[in-house]
């Protein structure tokens, strides 16, 4: 099983702010990677896949890199509405897994 | 546009089977290039893939469930359906339903449904 560490597991941050989110793979994955965003009470919502590209409709402050085992979600200047949990999730295996997390809150 | 809506009991007791049934509106679950995932969440925790099926039949699952759960399709119905069996309380989750297509990611995703399972 791939397993899928984020860092950190909370990130306190205040609008305007950027935010640099980490997702670090057991084995390379290429860039068989994907990030999704989930507010409470809702389903996640697709943000980046392979890595690097945006998900339809996702707006151009969110931006992902990396490449093998060490990747990044970023968020250039952090809006209201982006106050919520992030999971990066690897599709290199079939077995798919999903990291723990990382909540972005308002500080 | 595509819509995923799952149903099912929202009480299971333990050692009981959880079934769960995911309808497909918008669009066919025939089509090529996809495959249709089970993801479940226990409250406040993180996401776990349960395991995924192809229009074929061909089925995949997360080996941390032990042969416990078998994923089907119906292309007549346009859904797609989950059965764990001998739950336990650590089943206890919500269960969604998303469409995973080959090369990207899961989207979209059905609302989610609460399963407890509980004497």
């Known amino acids: 099983e791939i397993v899928l560490t984020q860092s950190p597991a909370t990130l306190s941050l205040s609008p305007g702010e950027r935010a640099t989110l980490s997702c670090r793979a057991s084995?390379?994955?290429?860039?068989?990677l994907a990030w999704y965003q989930q507010k409470p009470g809702q389903a996640p919502r697709l943000l980046i896949y392979?890595?690097?590209y945006r998900a339809t409709g996702i707006p151009a402050r969110f931006s992902g890199s990396g490449s093998g085992t060490d990747f990044t979600l970023t968020i250039s200047s952090l809006e209201p509405e982006d106050f919520a949990v992030y999971y990066c999730?690897?599709?290199?295996?079939?077995?798919?897994?999903f990291g723990g997390g990382t909540k972005v809150e308002i500080k | 546009q595509l819509q995923l809506q799952e149903s099912g009991s929202g009480l299971v007791k333990p050692s009981q089977t959880l079934s769960l049934t995911c309808a497909v509106s918008?669009?066919?679950?025939?089509?090529?290039?996809?495959?249709w995932s089970w993801i479940r969440q226990p409250p406040g925790k993180g996401l776990e893939w349960i395991g995924n099926i192809y229009h074929s039949g061909s089925a995949f699952y997360n080996p941390s469930l032990k042969g416990r759960v078998t994923i089907s399709v119906d292309g007549s119905q346009n859904q797609f359906s989950l059965k764990v069996t001998s739950v336990t309380a650590a089943d206890t989750a919500v269960y969604y339903c998303a469409r995973d297509q080959v090369g990207t990611g899961f989207d979209p995703w059905g609302q989610g449904t609460l399963v407890t399972v509980s004497s």
């Open positions: 084995q390379s994955l290429s860039n068989y």
């Open positions: 999730q690897q599709r290199s295996n079939w077995a798919l897994t």
């Open positions: 918008g669009g066919s679950i025939s089509s090529g290039g996809y495959s």
């Open positions: 392979g890595a690097s």
